[in-house]
């Protein structure tokens, strides 16, 4: 598994402790900056970098990282493909993976803790999409998103 991430410097932090944890799963990591906490930058760049990966395949999965997690979160779902969850609790991190089939997760540094954040991360990558009924739905958002892009 390849996974993508990038933050701003709200999240900076937080993004390192994550890829530090991936890399620890031996699970590869591709970081799109922003590369300091100390430089304020805008979250949408990143968003949107990560983003792109995950549509052309380069990465499997993204990462993002902002102070809310909700910045990031919502420049990422303006990328057509993109399904990006922002997440606070393992329950949701499942389920926006096993119902909603998410490509990305997004946190916030300012609300979680580095415990819980990884707990969200683990519980995330190895949760499995369910594909049935939840398929129907999730086809559905993609058919809003190619109304929408005429
Ligand atoms: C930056 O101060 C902050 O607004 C950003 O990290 C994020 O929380 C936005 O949603």
Excluded: Q
Aim: charged fraction near 25%; glycine fraction near 10%; proline fraction near 1%.
């Amino acid at each position: 598994m390849r996974i993508g991430l990038g933050c701003d410097h709200g999240g900076y932090n937080l993004k390192l402790e994550i890829i530090k944890y991936l890399e620890s799963m031996n699970i590869e990591c591709v970081d799109f900056g922003t590369n300091n906490g100390e430089e304020s930058v805008d979250y949408p760049v990143y968003g949107e970098m990560v983003a792109n990966a995950v549509v052309s395949k380069e990465v499997d999965y993204g990462i993002v990282c902002c102070g809310t997690g909700i910045g990031i979160s919502l420049a990422a779902n303006k990328v057509p493909g993109i399904r990006c969850a922002v997440v606070s609790d393992v329950f949701s991190a499942k389920m926006s993976k096993a119902h909603n089939n998410a490509n990305m997760l997004s946190l916030g540094e300012r609300v979680l803790g580095k415990g819980l954040a990884l707990e969200i991360v683990s519980a995330w990558i190895n949760t499995e999409f369910e594909g049935d009924r939840h398929s129907r739905r999730v086809n559905m958002i993609s058919e809003i998103e190619k109304k929408h892009s005429k």
